[in-house]
């Protein structure tokens, strides 16, 4: 643990909307399983089915030997994932009724609990945004031309688990929260809107830029495998840097700083 000074780190406005997102992107998350599971394969282009070779990744089960077996195909690699993807508790289900919300198959309820968070979302990211750019939080997050050249000291800091308490994000923390805040997000929101038929009505541009709507939904899909990956990273660094300090700041806004040494 750091023993030097605390510091008010965290606004009030960051810290509900870290929270606000958290509870969202959890129920984002496992509502979305529950959806992929109606059709459980993802495609590139504009359309899918039976007549077109253009997934990349699918999902279901197979009869052999009397028994439901679970097959993974990613490309042109087959895998047996009985028990995990494809098949759980003897039920052909692209994805485990645990990770799912709800648990049982349910596309209606999965969608309707989606959108409600997707929309809280949108607004929290909305507030985040306009508060952020006028209490200067929003300038804290972009990396200066001095970040990026102390980012690969950065880097091996991180590699040698040597963190650094001090007032202001490191290098790597800015980029890692600027891509989530400023890419994956809005990534995440626009690919959403673009499967929506009543968007699309709207704003047929937008369905153009992805590509189609099958496109869309693997974007969609993978940009939410990407954010997975960061919260995994986020919280094995809460962990290794002192989940005390750290839970501290993003609860109560106060974080304890090192000392300072004298050189």
């Known amino acids: ?9 965290q606004r009030l406005v960051t810290r509900v909307t870290h929270w606000v997102w958290a509870v969202s992107l959890f129920f984002l998350m496992l509502t979305g399983l529950q959806i992929f599971n109606a059709f459980p394969s993802l ?7 039976f007549d077109y070779d253009n997934a990349i990744l699918e999902i279901g089960a197979v009869e052999a030997d009397g028994e439901l077996r679970g097959v993974t195909r ?15 508790g003897g039920e052909a289900r692209a994805f485990p009724a645990a990770l799912t919300i709800p648990s049982k198959t349910s596309l209606a309820t999965g969608r309707v609990i989606h959108f409600f968070f997707a929309w809280v979302l949108v607004g929290t990211l909305a507030l985040w945004l306009v ?42 923390q800015k980029l890692a929260y600027a891509s989530v805040l400023f890419v994956a997000l809005p990534l995440m929101i626009l690919s959403g809107l673009s499967m929506s038929p009543g968007f699309n009505a709207a704003a047929p541009w937008l369905l153009e830029v992805f590509g189609g709507r099958q496109t869309a939904r693997t974007i969609h899909f993978l940009t939410m495998v990407a954010l997975l990956g960061f919260f995994a990273v986020h919280m094995a660094m809460i962990l290794l840097a002192g989940p005390l300090n750290e839970m501290r700041s993003i609860l109560t806004g106060w974080y304890r700083t090192e000392e300072e040494r004298d050189v």
């Not at 495609?43 to 089915?49: C, L, M, R």
């Not at 990613?74 to 759980?88: C, I, N, P, Q, R």
């Not at 972009?142 to 202001?168: C, K, M, N, Q, S």
């Open 1 to 9: 643990m750091p023993q030097g000074p605390l510091v008010y780190r």
């Open 74 to 88: 990613v490309f042109e690699a087959e895998f047996d994932t009985t028990g995990v993807l494809g098949v759980s």
């Open 43 to 49: 495609h590139i282009g504009k359309e899918a089915g």
């Open 131 to 172: 508060a952020s750019a006028l209490n200067g939080h929003l300038r804290q997050l972009v990396p200066t031309w001095a970040d990026l050249r102390a980012l690969p000291r950065d880097i091996v800091d991180h590699a040698r688990l040597r963190f650094h308490h001090r007032g202001e994000y490191s290098v790597l």
